[in-house]
């Protein structure tokens, strides 16, 4: 794909595909900036689960499903393009204010937290709680390449990193992850399509102590009666049982879709009443 044929479909989007708005990175030599990446025409409608762009490296064009994190994470800087410069995503820094805003009136100090933060990826998330402060972090996520881009891009930024299964883990494994006493779960834009399941985010969240905070976000249809991954049943029983006491919960613009409408997605930060049955 040239040069000409991305303006084209940036033109079709109604705007550049240059950045407006700039997203944190642990290394700026990858220059992302430069990479072309071109969005399928915006009179083309598709699930979220089957997006997909058109990327160019060494010469070559390759179209990548948004989803096939293995390849996405696999060119530097991708990511960040993609779902930062051109379709405006926010959610981590959502996320990170409003659990800021959340244990800010409780008097609760950033260092204070042991955060668990479940569907790591490459660092982003991770990279908003150091910058307000968090020292403990712990990223899990069930691919390598995850860990992989986390540290070529954001190293440091964790105590440890976790390449495992959550809805799977050993008693040994189990045993390990206690060992970090977790005070916070947080979970951004990794629920809801099958990569963390409801008996995962189960596993995670009965790793946080009792007291502890909560913070995830999840797109609002899975939210409804319609909702088929189980989330929605989960987090219903969740605030009307009291096992977890809202504290913030904010409907909010996710990012762009690829023929520019908004995605909605509802964040939630609330404090941990009691566990969940498994």
Not at 89 to 116: F, G, K, Y
Not at 192 to 220: M, Q, R, S, W
Request: glycine share 8%; proline share 3%.
């Amino acid at each position: 794909m040239g040069v000409v044929e991305k303006k084209a479909q940036s033109q079709a989007h109604g705007g550049s595909l240059e950045p407006t708005a700039r997203c944190k990175t642990g290394q700026e030599d990858h220059e992302r900036h430069r990479l072309e990446v071109a969005l399928p025409d915006a009179t083309l409608a598709m699930d979220q689960d089957a997006e997909w762009c058109v990327v160019r490296t060494g010469g070559k064009s390759r179209r990548i499903r948004f989803h096939d994190y293995e390849e996405v994470y696999a060119i530097p800087g991708l990511y960040e393009r993609l779902f930062c410069d051109i379709l405006k995503c926010n959610s981590p820094s959502t996320v990170r204010q409003l659990l800021e805003a959340a244990i800010d009136q409780m008097s609760i100090e950033p260092a204070d937290l042991r955060v668990l933060d479940l569907g790591a990826g490459n660092g982003m998330l991770g990279e908003e709680l150091t910058g307000m402060g968090v020292e403990s972090i712990v990223g899990v996520d069930i691919i390598d390449a995850a860990a992989d881009a986390t540290e070529r891009d954001r190293p440091g930024i964790y105590e440890d990193y976790v390449v495992t299964d959550m809805a799977n883990l050993s008693d040994r494994q189990r045993s390990l992850m206690e060992m970090f006493e977790f005070n916070c779960l947080t979970c951004v834009a990794a629920l809801g399509f099958g990569d963390i399941p409801p008996d995962a985010f189960t596993e995670a969240y009965n790793l946080v102590a009792t007291g502890g905070f909560i913070a995830f976000n999840i797109k609002e249809e899975f939210l409804n009666g319609k909702d088929t991954s189980g989330f929605s049943e989960l987090i219903e029983a969740m605030c009307q049982e009291g096992i977890l006491e809202v504290r913030k919960r904010e409907r909010y613009r996710h990012r762009l879709s690829t023929n520019g409408d908004p995605l909605h997605y509802v964040a939630m930060v609330g404090v941990k009443q009691c566990d969940l049955d498994r």
